[in-house]
């Protein structure tokens, strides 16, 4: 009798051990029941908690309202930015000219903490684009969205003090996730004025987004992984590359088979930033770690339970 006894009793810790060492892998009880599948290239929006983290990020954009869109429009915006609009410039969906009230919406990410609270991954064929900022025009009228009509383009002046040359207009292509960035047909950035201000000036064809930016070509490049802890999976988290010599921000790739993400082109012995969010049950998680990026380097990240305005406190600080 005394032996069963202490059979039972040997059983009974080491299922307690047993279960003590898996809640290690799942930090907290919240996320005692995530789902682990990876899916084929998720665009996270299977996912709906995570989805709403995403969507909660994305900061408000900055509005003006015009009483006659159908005549040249000279509007200011915070940080220095003004947008010129010719007359005639907007036609509705079916193509006929807009005329009267209309809004208009700007969203200027100067950034990588901006980039990233929109789903901007600033690559250009996997090279990690070093930009200066992205911007976008929205113009709406009863609620639809208005667009340029043929031949025309809307101004955005920037004003900055000190400008710098090198740049090259970049306009998006979806083309999966994340959006790729390619060299802007029919639009033009430059160095300039306005009312005797020193900036930079877009010309833009089209009401999407645009991105100066500029390749930085290296002799050598190297692929580099990243992994979390099972719970964390392609439908409920992202992971991003932050290079310190450029203001760019890379959304890494996903690897379903491997269980891991992944980027390329990545410049050997470059200095950068690892940064994962995730959302699982509710509750949010940030991972952040410094790293050399040296060849075929594999990271191992460790997210840790934030509340939501800790982690939009994080993003908002990444220069």
């Known amino acids: 009798m005394v032996t069963l006894t202490r059979l039972m009793t040997f059983f009974f810790l080491l299922l307690v051990v047993s279960c003590k060492k898996e809640s290690t892998d799942v ?15 998720s665009t996270t929006d299977t996912k709906s908690d995570f989805q709403q983290l995403l969507d909660t990020l994305i900061p408000a954009a900055q509005k003006n309202e015009v009483s006659e869109i159908e005549k040249n429009q000279g509007l200011v915006f915070p940080n220095d930015i003004i947008v010129t609009l010719p007359p005639n410039t907007f036609t509705d969906a079916s193509g006929q000219l807009a005329k009267g009230p209309a809004t208009i919406l700007l969203m200027y990410l100067s950034t990588r903490g901006d980039m990233l609270k929109n789903h901007i991954s600033g690559v250009s064929d996997e090279d990690i684009l070093k930009t200066l900022f992205a911007v976008k025009l929205f113009v709406y009228q009863n609620g639809k969205e208005l667009r340029l009509a043929p031949g025309k383009a809307a101004e955005i002046f920037i004003g900055n003090s000190s400008p710098v040359s090198g740049y090259q207009l970049f306009t998006e292509k979806v083309v999966g996730n994340p959006v790729n960035w390619i060299p802007a ?32 070509n290296v002799e050598k490049t190297t692929s580099i992984t990243a992994s979390l802890p099972k719970i964390f999976t392609n439908a409920n988290s992202k992971v991003y590359v932050l290079l310190d010599d450029r203001k760019g921000l890379m959304e890494m790739g996903q690897d379903k088979n491997q269980k891991a993400f992944y980027a390329n082109k990545i410049p050997v012995s470059s200095r950068g930033t690892i940064v994962s969010i995730s959302s699982v049950n509710n509750t949010y998680y940030l991972a952040s770690e410094d790293v050399e990026l040296k060849h075929k380097l594999h990271i191992k ?19």
């Open 27 to 41: 930090f907290v009880s919240s996320v005692d029941s995530a789902d682990t599948v990876w899916v084929d290239n």
């Open 185 to 216: 047909q029919g639009g033009s950035f430059s160095i300039g004025s306005h009312n005797a201000k020193k900036g930079y000036v877009l010309l833009i064809p089209r009401l999407q987004w645009f991105l100066p930016g500029q390749v930085v």
């Open 301 to 319: 990240l460790t997210p840790r339970v934030v509340s939501l305005t800790e982690l939009n406190s994080f993003i908002s600080s990444l220069q």
